[in-house]
Antibody
């Protein structure tokens, strides 16, 4: 059974870099699939942040592209998100998920972690 | 402002059939498949429909999806109280080197 677990600080100061890690269990990232990050501000809808393939190919949300880096560590079976120069607008529940196939459907989701940007 | 447009709310009574719509453009729904997610209160979203009309294993056949042109719909028949949730459509968008776009979500209330 494939499971995803997000970890990282729940509080980040404005202008600093938000860093989260998604650990995958029950499946080897290097075996394939795209993997992605999605966020949800409190009381609002879903926003795609970006996705990557195990080889390192990445796609980013155009509105966040200048601040986002998604990377993979196949040795740890993890992929990570870094979002720089954060503001209060980046306060959200952050999810990691597996992309099912070329449909870009996220079929397995982690539980999500709340990140608050505040001094 | 979401790239895909959904009506913010919908409602129905138990047993009823409800439809949730999602409107996009030629660069997303018009040229790519649509996926639907169900988000129950306090939980992570769950894939409900992929590739326009396919149900993942375990999703009841009360849920169905369709697509026509630049619009898509999610239909729920035999509405049940446990269907009360937020529903989101999503699709790949070919513009700007490609990216995933979501609808703003529809909150379904079972009266």
């Amino acid at each position: 059974q494939v499971q995803l677990q997000v970890s990282g600080p729940g509080l980040v100061k404005p202008s600093e870099t938000l860093s989260l890690t998604c650990t995958v269990s029950g499946f080897s990232i290097s075996s394939g699939y795209y993997w992605g990050w999605i966020r949800q501000p409190p009381g609002k809808g879903l926003e795609w942040i970006g996705s990557l393939y195990h080889s390192g190919t990445t796609y980013y949300n155009p509105s966040l592209k200048s601040r986002v880096t998604i990377s993979v560590d196949t040795s740890k079976n993890q992929f990570s998100l870094k979002l720089s120069s954060v503001t209060a607008a980046d306060t959200a529940l952050y999810y990691c998920a597996r992309v099912r196939d070329s449909s870009a459907a996220f079929d397995i989701w982690g539980q999500g972690t709340m990140v608050t940007v505040s001094s | 402002q979401s790239v895909l447009t959904q009506t913010p709310s919908a409602s129905g009574t138990p047993g009823q059939r409800v439809t949730i719509s999602c409107s996009g453009s030629s660069s997303n729904i018009g040229s790519n498949t649509v996926n639907w997610y169900q988000q129950l209160p306090g939980t992570a979203p769950k894939l409900l429909i992929y590739t326009n009309n396919q149900r993942p294993s375990g999703v009841p056949d009360r849920f169905s999806g369709s697509k026509s042109g630049t619009s898509a719909s999610l239909a729920i028949s035999g509405l049940r109280s446990e269907d009360e949730a937020d529903y989101y459509c999503a699709a790949w968008d070919d513009s700007l080197n490609g990216h995933v776009v979501f609808g703003g979500g529809t909150k379904l209330t079972v009266l």
